[in-house]
């Protein structure tokens, strides 16, 4: 039993690992590639796209080990192969032919606000919002215990938010804040003592 708890966390870890890979990452080093990356990373495999001074390429024999990654981009008509490290918000990116003497770090871009976010109440009923942030604006809806309600009067201010829906009937006043990949809720009555956390679900 004990051997298969330790695998089953081992697994675990690196499936939260490359679920972490995924997403969209810009340099911010100043090596006037002005390179990105838009990623998905799917148990050891990666797919996604590599741009470099805009021109955009289709990764190619994208692979994930733990918190290491590999792939393949044609540069100059000749496909190349590069090599990163990730941790947390931060890629650090190679050239496999010259090692890590030009490597370049990208940072994650927060997708902000807008997502659906799935989570639960402080008493156990399923909560999912769908939200769209357009500047100080917040539309969408929210969905409990598989009830769908729309949005009104939303909007966003850094990184809080408040938005009235109507449930059980009454016309309710919802507050929140997020970070990355994380919000809490909460009814204004309540009072943020009883928030629900939700997860931004990644697609």
Same mark, same amino acid.
């Given at each position: ?23 969209? *990452? ?30 955009t ?48 770090t ?11 976010w ?52 009454e ?6 804040? *997020? ?6 809720? *909460? ?17």
């Open positions: 039993m004990l051997s298969v708890l330790f695998l089953t966390l081992i697994l675990s870890a690196d499936a939260a690992a490359q679920g972490s890979l995924t997403g969209k *990452w810009e340099e911010t080093t100043g090596s006037g590639l002005n390179a990105a990356l838009n990623l998905t990373a799917s148990d050891t495999a990666l797919n996604g796209t590599f741009t470099i001074r805009g021109r390429m289709t990764i190619a024999e994208g692979k994930v080990i733990k918190n290491t990654f590999t792939f393949k981009a044609a540069l100059e008509g000749e496909p190349e192969g590069f090599s990163g490290e990730f941790k947390g918000d931060e890629i650090v990116l190679a050239r496999d032919r010259n090692g890590r003497v030009d490597a370049i990208l940072k994650r871009v927060s997708a902000g606000l807008t997502g659906k799935q989570g639960q109440t402080p008493n156990g009923m399923s909560l999912t919002l769908d939200l769209t942030a357009n500047d100080r604006s917040l539309t969408g809806t929210l969905t409990r215990e598989g009830e769908a309600t729309p949005l009104s009067e939303g909007t966003v201010a850094k990184n809080a938010f408040s938005f009235k829906a109507t449930l059980n009937g016309t309710e006043t919802i507050e929140g804040t *997020w970070a990355n990949d994380e919000i809490k809720a *909460w009814l204004t009555r309540q009072g943020p003592e009883r928030a629900a956390v939700l997860k931004r679900v990644v697609k």
